[in-house]
């Protein structure tokens, strides 16, 4: 029996961008609502059973007030931490209950979270947060009756869903986290509010996915040498004086001069030294990794991120083979 | 009868009404899982579940208003402020809708709430959570005030109170919630507007309410050596008040001392004496002395509380002066 | 806007002298030498230190009940506030207030506060008054989770944001108001999602990470200071003791309160400090040993005070 698994970030859209950029306000109750598209969008094309992440606010939980959903629902079994680990470890869950698809919503972060768990199992992340360029902004109920296209196996895989690369992050040659979109070398000390927008303490950019129209740190280099998530491919650039200036916007509503001092593409399984040690790392958003004094790191480029579900593509198939023509 | 502080007998009043009157509800900060603050609604989670104890927010004018509210659509809410200082979140719900709803809206409104709070000094917990106010609800039209000295009469009186049909409110004075006495385990109502003779004499009306009446029975005791014989009276409600028995209490004793821990400035006790004034004058042998606290907040430091709250020297002395005992410090 | 060395250091002391501090108080408290009520701040001393490290001598700040990690933040002088607690004639305020209204109008404190929601209008006042007078100041307001419930909260938040004043709003959520605990106290789960309510920027921080909260208040002051109006920073937080001493805890469980101690601000901030070699052991100590004198001169200080005499309760009631 399909089963499809949601993971709605309860935490997203309401960090510090909001203050020091002009980010989108996205409270809970908008995420509820949208759950609730993508549960009557599931049960439309007829998955029969859905595991959710449960959280602290209860979105699923609410969701379900107002609706009938044919269909069994239950959580995530773990205790909450209240972080992103509550993520990683309901993508886990999901997966090796034989999910056949994983809907998130959240942002860049959440789904880096989610990627951890995930293993092979398709994900459709809708956007919520601020700054996000992995999701993207799609109608719950198109995501919905996506998600269970996929996972009831009524649309080729291979024309609906993309291999997407990932950065993964070497401490002294030990694997310890990875990036979906970008690895940012920040000149601080700590993590601290988490977000990145003070570009003058940016020194080396890592990114996975480059386009001229997103938003955030990689549409620098979307500016410079656009790149797509499934191309086997990375663009590494030194930010200092002296160096080409690009506009960018960086962040919601704040544009500014950065200026690229080196750039270089990299290839499947390259790797390239952090210049900045001791520095912090942002990854896909938000200062994640300490890096002590001391301490060897690299950023690598590797093949097996995951398994992403295009909407488009994916009800495009639909379209062409008929799936929903009854 | 049973042995029981002031709080467990308040909290029999509690159980027992709910368990006759399905309609009863308790809401307030604190009173379920915890019991209330101190104490009073320990248990009546687990008996009567949170429909009907109902854990709030912090929010005074919602728990306030929600009673109002509740009541004029056929709850009768007991809702508990928790510290009587905190009324000022809360006030308009009380004076200007629970209040005025009967007669505003041609007597056929229906308000049965009891609003408990504690109040009090005495335990350090300085200006904003040791306050008596019981003036400020004496002074409006539609409100009933009760305030109890015993267990005895806490019991009697929240039965009543929760039986009455109007808004009332129900003080709580902090030192007497360890108070211990004998209370019957039965339901039993004690009329509101119904005061007590704590301690009869001859020589002088002593009118106190709440934990000054322990200090005055205590004082009485003492002058008893001394050869005065005074008269203790606990109106046990301020509004509506027994005149009656005061008034007869100064018709034989011709002196009066009022002693309550509000300040005294436009204190209940004011209205005390100018009732008498009015309506007794001719009996009276003295001057009214009013016993009171001093026309400030409550003040933190232990030697300035002690300072602010009435004792038993000052009640002495006060009786001694309007008996004319020359033995007057 | 990087913190420097001593910035940091500065923000890890004030941190410690809270913690050492409202140690000291549960002692005295134990002892039977503070009268009343005592809300220690212990668990949350990031969230004051984190704001106060942006604010100036003349800003102001109104507190809560839980004010003393507020009034150290903001400069308090710890000799003046032990012997306010102990009720003695020189404290703070000559032993008429206590703990739950130590102040300090020099420091531009505008009192700890015995009223849950008291805080939040007197913060937008003083924000209007600044406003008016054309001066750069500005006002926060410290205030809880509980506090979030009151109506003068969100009526004080609605007139700042209509009058655009010079003020930051800082929640500290830490979970609980006495017994009741957010997840039943309110059907949002972050409080910052108010401020949407108001038209402000509400953001959402870990109030165990110092570090970040500067961060959050910096821009939020700097935006109130340039006269682009107020915002709130909820800070996730938890009290490690009960909500006053001798507090039986029966509404939290003791798992939740260890999750939340190995989350402890000041080790956290030590220990992040130790590992990037801002601060070395022997400067701990250091540190440490001198709060530790100034707190034992608090203690003496406050213990050989005298009382006030009891003539002295009618003074100060009114200006003459
Ligand atoms: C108006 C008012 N209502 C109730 C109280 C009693 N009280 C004191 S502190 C407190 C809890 C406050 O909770 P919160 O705002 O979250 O602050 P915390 O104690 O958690 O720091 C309550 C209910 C009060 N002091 N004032
Ligand atoms: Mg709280």
Request: charged share 20%; proline share 5%; glycine share 10%.
């Given at each position: ?17 909001r203050l020091v950029a002009f980010g989108s306000v996205f409270g809970n109750q908008e995420k509820v609502r949208i759950v609730r598209r993508v549960l009557l969008g599931l049960v439309a094309v007829g998955v029969e059973r859905i595991c959710y992440m449960p959280d602290y606010f209860g979105i699923v939980e609410r969701a379900l007030d107002h609706i009938k959903v044919p269909a069994t629902i239950f959580p995530a079994n ?249 | ?181 004998e209370v019957p385990e039965e339901a039993y109502t004690i009329p509101l507007g119904q005061a007590d003779i704590k301690r009869e004499g001859q020589d002088v009306t002593v009118v106190a309410t709440a934990q000054m009446v322990n200090l005055s029975l205590s004082v009485a005791e003492k002058l008893s050596g001394d050869g005065i014989s005074a008269e203790v009276v606990d109106p046990r409600t301020l509004s509506p008040l ?88 | ?27 005295l408290f134990a002892a039977g030498k503070i009268p009343g009520f005592v809300h220690l701040y212990v668990g949350e001393e990031a969230v004051a230190t984190g704001v106060c490290a942006n604010l100036r001598e003349d800003d102001y700040i109104t507190s809560t009940h839980r004010g003393h990690g507020h009034l150290i933040s903001k400069g308090g002088d710890i000799k003046l506030m032990m012997a306010e607690l102990l009720g ?233």
């Amino acid at each position: 029996m399909s089963l499809v698994g949601i993971i709605a970030n309860p935490a997203s859209g309401k960090d510090i961008r909001r203050l020091v950029a002009f980010g989108s306000v996205f409270g809970n109750q908008e995420k509820v609502r949208i759950v609730r598209r993508v549960l009557l969008g599931l049960v439309a094309v007829g998955v029969e059973r859905i595991c959710y992440m449960p959280d602290y606010f209860g979105i699923v939980e609410r969701a379900l007030d107002h609706i009938k959903v044919p269909a069994t629902i239950f959580p995530a079994n773990f205790s909450l931490k209240g972080s992103q680990e509550d993520s990683v470890r309901a993508a886990r869950i999901m997966r090796e209950k034989g999910a056949t698809c994983i809907v998130t919503i959240g942002g860049d972060g959440t789904n880096r979270a989610v990627v951890k768990g995930s293993g092979a199992a398709p994900i459709l992340p809708i956007s919520t947060g601020t700054n996000n360029v992995f999701p993207s902004m799609v109608e719950g109920t198109i995501a919905g009756l996506a998600a269970g296209l996929i996972a009831m196996k009524r649309v080729p895989l291979d024309e609906s869903t993309f291999l997407s690369t990932k950065l993964e992050v070497l401490v002294n040659g030990n694997v310890v986290d990875l990036a979906l979109v970008d690895v940012v070398v920040c000149d601080d000390l700590f993590v601290g509010s988490r977000a990145v927008w003070d570009m003058d303490k940016v020194r080396q950019i890592f990114l996975n996915q480059a386009q001229p129209d997103s938003i955030g740190l990689s549409s620098i280099g979307g500016l410079i040498h656009p790149i797509n998530a499934e191309e086997p491919l990375s663009l590494c650039l030194e930010l200092g004086d002296g160096g080409r200036p690009v506009t960018a916007p960086v962040a919601p509503g704040i544009i500014k001069q950065v200026f690229i001092k080196g750039q270089r593409i990299m290839q499947m399984g390259d790797e390239i030294a952090v210049s900045v040690v001791p520095s912090i790392l942002a990854l896909d958003g938000e200062r994640e990794v300490e890096i002590r004094p001391g301490q060897q790191v690299a950023i690598r480029l590797e093949k097996d991120g995951p398994v992403v579900v295009d909407v488009k593509q994916t009800m495009t198939a639909a379209m062409k083979n008929g799936s929903l023509l009854r | 009868m049973a042995n029981m502080s002031f709080a467990q007998a308040l909290n029999d009043a509690h159980k027992l009404e709910m368990e006759r009157d399905p309609n009863i509800y308790v809401a307030g900060e604190d009173v379920g899982v915890y019991g209330g603050i101190f104490g009073v609604t320990a248990g009546l989670l687990d008996q009567f579940t949170d429909k009907r104890v109902r854990d709030t927010p912090i929010t005074e004018s919602a728990i306030v208003g929600t009673a109002v509210g509740a009541a004029a659509a056929g709850l009768r809410p007991v809702i508990e402020l928790m510290f009587v200082d905190f009324i000022g979140v809360a006030f308009d719900q009380l004076y200007n809708q629970a209040a005025k709803m009967k007669y505003m809206f041609g007597g056929k409104a229906k308000l049965p709430l009891v609003m408990r709070a504690c109040c009090g000094a005495g335990i350090g917990a300085a200006a904003q959570h040791s306050q008596c106010l019981e003036a400020w609800f004496m002074h409006v039209p539609g409100l009933k005030v009760v305030m109890p000295s015993t267990p005895y009469d806490a019991k009697g009186l929240l039965i009543s109170s929760i039986r009455d049909d109007n808004p009332v409110v129900f003080l709580e004075h902090k030192l007497l919630y360890g108070m211990e006495g004998e209370v019957p385990e039965e339901a039993y109502t004690i009329p509101l507007g119904q005061a007590d003779i704590k301690r009869e004499g001859q020589d002088v009306t002593v009118v106190a309410t709440a934990q000054m009446v322990n200090l005055s029975l205590s004082v009485a005791e003492k002058l008893s050596g001394d050869g005065i014989s005074a008269e203790v009276v606990d109106p046990r409600t301020l509004s509506p008040l027994d005149e009656e028995t005061i008034l007869e209490s100064v018709r034989k004793t011709h002196r009066l001392v009022i002693v309550h821990e509000e300040v005294k400035f436009a204190g209940s006790g004011a209205e005390i004496a100018a009732m008498v004034a009015e309506k007794a004058f001719d009996y009276l042998d003295a001057p009214i002395i009013r016993v009171a606290a001093p026309f400030t907040p409550v003040p933190f430091s232990p030697t300035l509380e002690a300072e602010f709250i009435p004792n038993e020297d000052k009640i002495i002395q006060a009786v001694k002066t309007v008996t004319g005992n020359p033995n007057v410090a | 806007m990087s913190l420097t060395n001593e910035q940091m250091i500065g923000m890890y002391a004030n941190m410690k002298k809270i913690r050492m501090f409202e140690e000291q108080v549960a002692e005295l408290f134990a002892a039977g030498k503070i009268p009343g009520f005592v809300h220690l701040y212990v668990g949350e001393e990031a969230v004051a230190t984190g704001v106060c490290a942006n604010l100036r001598e003349d800003d102001y700040i109104t507190s809560t009940h839980r004010g003393h990690g507020h009034l150290i933040s903001k400069g308090g002088d710890i000799k003046l506030m032990m012997a306010e607690l102990l009720g003695k004639k020189t404290g703070y305020c000559k032993g008429k207030g206590g703990s739950m209204h130590i102040a300090d109008l020099d420091l531009g404190i505008l009192g700890a506060n015995g009223i849950v929601g008291g805080g939040p209008p007197l913060a937008s006042g003083a924000a209007l008054a600044s406003q008016y007078q054309g001066k750069d100041l500005v006002t926060v307001c410290f205030f809880g989770d509980g506090a979030a419930n009151q109506g003068t909260t969100h009526e004080a938040m609605n007139l700042a944001t209509c009058w655009k004043l010079p003020v930051v709003f800082v929640n500290e959520n830490n979970m609980y108001g006495i017994s009741s605990c957010t997840l039943n106290s309110m059907c949002v789960a972050d409080i910052a999602d108010r401020a949407a309510a108001y038209d402000m920027p509400g953001v959402v921080v870990d109030g165990n990470d110092v570090v970040a909260v500067y961060e959050a208040a910096s821009e939020a002051l700097r935006q109130a200071r340039e006269g682009e109006g107020p915002s709130l920073i909820e800070c996730k937080t938890y009290r490690h003791k009960g909500h006053f001493e001798g507090d039986p805890c029966v509404y939290r469980n003791e798992e939740e309160l260890q999750e939340w101690k190995a989350k402890d601000p000041v080790l956290r901030f030590e220990k992040k400090l130790l590992d990037m070699q801002v601060l070395a052991r022997e400067k701990i100590d250091e540190i440490k040993d001198s709060i530790e004198k100034d707190l034992a001169k608090a203690v003496s200080f406050a213990e050989e005070s005298p009382f006030p005499d009891p003539s002295e309760i009618i003074e100060d009631v009114y200006t003459p």
